[in-house]
């Protein structure tokens, strides 16, 4: 965990700073949208309150980050099995099973959106648009501020992001309107427990999470900005460990060649 704080606090702070973008969402969205946000933090809650009873263990409010993003990222015509088993298996999946969040290294939200978009490919996705990408700009410095989000990670994100957008020949204005990139790299990109710890490690991952989201958007592999952006951080997370083992490998093996 990154911060002065304890975990517990960690979370809340993250739950915090989704508050402008589930403004924002609700009022283009409208009680839909509140409605949705309501019930995936229910179905999340209600799995981890049954794991903390039987394990013992502290729930935390994390899940509302899944809540959030399955109403900004994820389809808008779900029906209400599909969305309660994406949850379910993203939340058990994705976190749980490793012992509650701080464990996981996989996000519990991009477990659950990578369930729906493989799962559920030809339903319409829900779109985010401008105003969900300013609505993350205060979230993003926040987290920064409280230590929580680095901005090294976020600054490679966004490099890897526009290196790709411009290599495809794509206008890099577009990305201004593009709310999921946003919304994804700052709360699932720049998960802090599912993202690298070391300092050079937040740059090599983020950096190849932008890129990835721009070669998955851009590339021809016909994803849409949610879509994209999910795989990204998917694909990061699972080497996240494997890049700060490299990264501790190296430092240790210089300072060993220095000292020998």
Known sequence: ?????????????????????????????GGAAAARIALSWAVVGAWQLLF????????????????????????GELALWQLVLA?????????LVFGGWGRNFLGGAVVTLAFLFFSFPDIRHAPAGTAVALACLPA????????ILSW???V???????????????????????GALAFGIVFLVGDPVTSAATNPG???????AGALTGLFAWGGAGAGAPQAVVFAALVASI???????????AKDLARRRRHG
């Open 239 to 249: 080497f996240a460990p494997l890049i700060d083992h490299g990264v501790i490998a």
């Open 87 to 95: 949850l379910s298996f993203g939340a058990v999946i994705g976190e």
């Open 52 to 75: 903390g009873v039987v394990r013992g263990q502290r729930i935390y409010p994390i899940g509302a980050v899944t809540a959030v993003a399955v109403t900004v990222l994820a389809p």
């Open 202 to 208: 937040r740059w090599i991952y983020g950096t190849a």
């Open 152 to 154: 090294r990670l976020l």
């Open 140 to 147: 993003a410095a926040g987290l920064i501020l409280a230590g």
């Open 156 to 178: 490679g994100a966004a490099a890897g992001l526009l290196a790709v957008t411009a290599a495809f020949g794509v206008d890099p204005a577009v990305l201004a309107a593009q």
């Open 1 to 29: 965990m990154r911060g002065v704080w304890g975990p517990y606090t960690i979370a809340w702070v993250i739950v915090a700073a989704l508050l402008p973008t589930v403004a924002v969402t609700v009022l283009e969205q």
